[in-house]
């Protein structure tokens, strides 16, 4: 059940991102067709359902023709429980390390609670990732990862900050100390010199798909 419900919070986030991007480039709202081809929906059906859990939950308004769907107003959809809205990051890189500190002014990410598993949303981000060396653990360059900040444990993928740069890696520990590992055989794992500190702890991965 909770695998479901998942899914189809994650459905939800898909589209409620391509409506807000279209109206953003396009100055008008995109149709049903529109929103199945992007999103890769097998029929107009599976995006009036959607679009019914979101207007269900005052995230849009329909009215009867064919660019009907019209966003609530952002600061409304700030207000209302049913949504959260984080600060988005531009990348941390799931390859080599590189800098990245969360210092750049960040952008702002809505989302539906199905979407995060967070425990508090006041200690939470979103980082776009670039690099595919967590390939194997299913996070892929381009997608959005949300992260915690909160105690990591072994096991764990999580951005860190090694020895003053920035990565996304699987946290083990090993020998009385810990290590990064990448989850793609091509890159190695990474031991601190000097410094490893958490930055948070990842809890859901958000993928786009195209159709």
């Known amino acids: 059940m909770k695998t479901a419900e998942r899914r189809s919070g994650d459905s939800r986030q898909m589209v409620l991102d391509f409506i807000e991007a279209y109206a953003d480039e396009n100055h008008r709202p995109p149709t049903v067709r529109e929103i199945q081809e992007h999103c890769g929906f097998k029929s107009p059906r ?18 009867a023709h064919s660019r009907g769907i019209q966003l609530v107003n952002p600061k409304s959809a700030e207000d209302d429980d049913e949504t959260v809205q984080l600060p988005l990051f531009d990348s941390i890189p799931a390859g080599l390390p590189d800098r990245f500190d969360g210092s750049e002014a960040p952008q702002t990410m809505r989302f539906l609670p199905a979407t995060l598993g967070i425990a508090d949303p006041q200690r939470a981000f979103a980082v776009r990732v670039r690099g595919d060396s967590m390939r194997d653990a299913g996070i892929l360059s381009g997608d959005t990862v949300v992260l915690e900040k909160k ?5 764990d ?54 159709a």
Request: net charge neutral; aromatic share 6%.
């Open 46 to 63: 599976a995006v009036s359902y959607i679009l019914e859990k979101l207007e269900a939950t005052k995230l849009i308004i329909r009215q």
């Open 157 to 210: 993928i999580v951005a860190a900050l090694l020895d003053g740069e920035s990565t996304l890696k699987r946290l083990v520990k090993a020998n009385g100390g810990y290590f990064l590992k990448a989850e793609n055989p091509d890159y190695p794992n990474l031991e601190p010199i000097e410094e490893l500190a958490i930055q948070g702890v990842v809890v859901s991965v958000l993928r786009r798909m195209v």
């Open 151 to 155: 105690e990591a444990r072994s096991g």
